[in-house]
C-alpha cells in the first residue's frame, strides 16, 4: 500500500494534469484483511486527478470465490509494468534476502512481514511493527516483474480500459466523478494493420463513433456489457475459426501466433462498434485531435521486418543509462495474454484462456529445458477430472517424448517451501495451508494424478535427470547478538523460460484459479527475442535470446550465489556440470546444512504431524522459543570428535557451507498425513476449487 500512494503521489505531482485510474480488487471481507477500502480513502486524498474503482461487489455480481490477481501499471499508453508483484506491504526486497531489521531501517512498521507468522488485522496503522522483530524474521520475498516499452503497451493499456469501463458500468454507472474511458485510436485500430487498412478503418469508424456520441449522452445507461468499447470489428479467418474450436479436455488450446506484438484477443471480446464511451472532458476528442502523422504516413505491404523496425525505432527515445533500470533494454516480439470472463471483463464468450494456452503450446515446443518459477504448482493429468488445467500433462509428454528419443531435456521447477498464510502445519486454525499442501502434493509426487510417480512407471530412476523442484532459504541473525534465524524465501513470480529464447512473465499462477479464466483475472506477456547471443546448449552451440538468457542468468546466479565470472559456469542449462554438480549440489548441499543446524521445516525428515509435534516441543524445551517453522538455531552444534564433545558455531557452519538459497523441496514432508480438511474444520464445507 505504502508503494502504491507513493507511486501515484509522485505522478501527481510530476504531471498534474494527468489523471490517474486505480481499479482494484474489492475483498471478500471475512476471507481476506487487505482492507481494500482504507487503500481507496488513501488514495483519493492524494489529488482530484485520482479516480479509484474497487471490483467486484459481490452481493450483486454474486462472485465471491474469484478475484482480480493482475498488477499492471501504464503508463500514457508507452510503458508499462507486468508481473507477480503486488503494489502493497511485505513486497520490498534485495537480491540479499536479509531476515533481520533491527532497529528499523529497510522495513517500517509493517512492511516487516511474515504471514507464517501473523497476518495483519488491519492496516491502517501501518508503521506499528506487527511482530517482535528481535525474535521473528521477515519472510523475504522473491518476484518477477517486467517493463514494457511500445506497442504491447497499448495492449496491455487496452485491456485495463475494458475492465474499467465494465467495472464503471456495474457499480457506478450514473456516479459522473467516475469517468467511462475512451481509448486513443491507436489503442482502437489494432496497429499491426497496414497503412491503408488504419486510414480507411479510421475515418469510418471515427464517423460513425462521433455520431453515435452526438445522438447519446457520454453516460447512458442504454448499452449492456456488450457495448464496451475495445476493439475495431474484425473478420475471422478461415484459420481462426477452426483454432476456436479447438479444444483439449474442454478447455481452449487454440495456438496462438504467440511471438508477434500483434494481439490476437480481439477474437475473444465483444465485436460491438464503440459507442457511448469517452471520458468525461473528452467529447470533444474526434473533432478536435487529429491522428498522428506517423499512422497516416505508414506504407502499405510492408515486410514483416520493415513493420519490426518501424516499431521498434518508435520505441526507443531513451537509452538504457538515462532510464536507469535494471538490465537492458532489449527488442522482443511480444504477445498479450489474458485469463479473463464475462464476470471480470465483461467479455461476451465464457471465458478467455490465452495463458493456459501459451504454457502448454510453449511447453510442447520446447527443444531443450524449461524453467519455471511459479507460486502454486496444482495442475492435472489428462482423465483427471478434478483439476482442469493441463500443464501437467503437456509437461509429462514432453519429457516422455524426451526419454523416448534419448534427449538431454530438462525441467526445472521452483516453488514455495510452504504456502504463505498464517498458520503451522500442525495448527488448528492452519487447515487452508493443509489443504493448499495437499493439492501440490497431488500434483508433483501422490498419487495415481501426480507427475512424477506417473513418469517413474517408465522412466524408473532416471526421472530426477529431466525434471525437479525447488525453493529457496535465507538465514540470518534478527538483530546485534540476537538469534540466527532462517526462513523460506517466499516465491510469488510467475515465470517460465524455455530453450533461453521465450519468457512468460506475469500474474498467473499454475492452478486452475489463474488458467481456467472463468475465475480469477489475470494477464501476462510472453516475449521472444529478436536479438541472439552466443552460448550452449549441451555442450553444443547455440543462439540464446539476449532477453531469456540474460534473465535466466540473473535468476541463477542469485539463486546459486554465484559472482562475477561464475556465472559463466551456468551458461549452459542443461549440461551434466550445470544441471548435476552445480545446481542439484548446491540444492541438495544446502537443504542437508538446513537441516542439521536449524532442523526446520519443511523436511524430509518429518512425515507426519505427531513427528512434527514431537520435534516442535524438543526444540522449545531445548531453545526456549522458536518461530512456527522450526526458524531458530542453537548457539553451538552438537558436535563430535574422537568421542568428545565439540560444539561448533551455527553461524560458521552456515558460511562455510551454504551456497545461494537453493535448496532441494522435501518431496517426503507430511507423506504419511492426508492433508485434506476434515468435517470439523470450516474449509470442510469450502468448495475445493477454492484451493486449487
Known sequence: MMLM??????????????????????????????????????????????????YPDHFSSGVYLWSHHEKIVIIDYQICFLGGLDLCFGRYDTPDHTLGDYPPKIWPGKDYYNPRESEPNSWEETLKDELDRQKFPRMPWHDVHCALWGPPCRDVARHFVQRWNYAKRNKAPHEQAIPLLMPHHHMVIPHYLSGKEKRDVLREDQEEVYQEIKKRSSFSTQSSFQDIPLFVPRVDSEQDRAARHSKLNGLDKTVLPFFRSRSNMEACFTETQMKDFVDDHDIVFFQQR?????????????????????????GQSVSTEEVGQVGPRTACRCQVLRSVSQWSAGTSQLEETSIHAAYCSLIEKAEHFIYIENQFFISGLEGDDTIQNRVLQALYERIIRAYNEKQ????????????????????????????????????????????????????????????????????????????LATSQIYVHSKVMIVDDRAVLIGSANINDRSLLGSRDSEIAILAEDNEYVDSYMNQQPWKSGRFAHSLRLSLWAEHLGLRGLEVNNIKDPVSTETYTHIWRGIAETNAAVYQDVFGCIPNDMITSRYAFRQEMAKQKEKLGHTTIDLGIAPDKLEDYENGNYKGTDA??????????????????????????????ESEYYASPQVFH
Open 651 to 680: 553461524h560458521e557452519t552456515l558460511l562455510k557451507t551454504c551456497k545461494g538459497r537453493l535448496v532441494s523441496f522435501p518431496l517426503q514432508f507430511m507423506s504419511n498425513e492426508d492433508l485434506r480438511p476434515v468435517f470439523n
Open 408 to 483: 538431454c531435456f530438462r525441467v526445472i521447477v521452483v516453488i514455495p517451501l510452504l504456502p504463505g498464510f498464517q498458520g503451522g502445519v500442525d495448527d488448528a486454525g492452519a487447515a487452508s495451508v493443509r489443504a493448499i499442501m495437499h493439492w501440490q502434493y497431488r500434483t508433483i509426487c501422490r498419487g495415481k494424478n501426480s507427475l512424477l510417480e506417473n513418469l517413474e512407471h517408465v522412466l524408473g530412476a532416471k526421472v530426477c535427470n529431466y525434471v525437479s523442484f525447488y525453493g529457496l532459504r535465507s538465514y540470518g541473525r534478527l538483530c546485534e547478538g540476537g538469534p
Open 290 to 314: 487529429k491522428p498522428e502523422g506517423r499512422v497516416l504516413q505508414l506504407k502499405q505491404n510492408l515486410s514483416e521486418k520493415e513493420w519490426w523496425e518501424m516499431q521498434e525505432r518508435d
Open 5 to 54: 500512494l507513493l507511486l501515484v503521489w509522485m505522478l501527481c505531482w510530476k504531471l498534474k494534469q494527468s489523471k490517474i485510474y486505480v481499479l482494484m480488487y474489492k475483498e471478500v471481507t471475512i476471507a481476506l484483511k487487505i482492507n481494500s477500502l482504507y487503500s481507496k480513502r488513501r488514495l483519493l486524498n492524494i489529488h482530484e486527478n485520482v479516480k479509484v474503482l474497487r
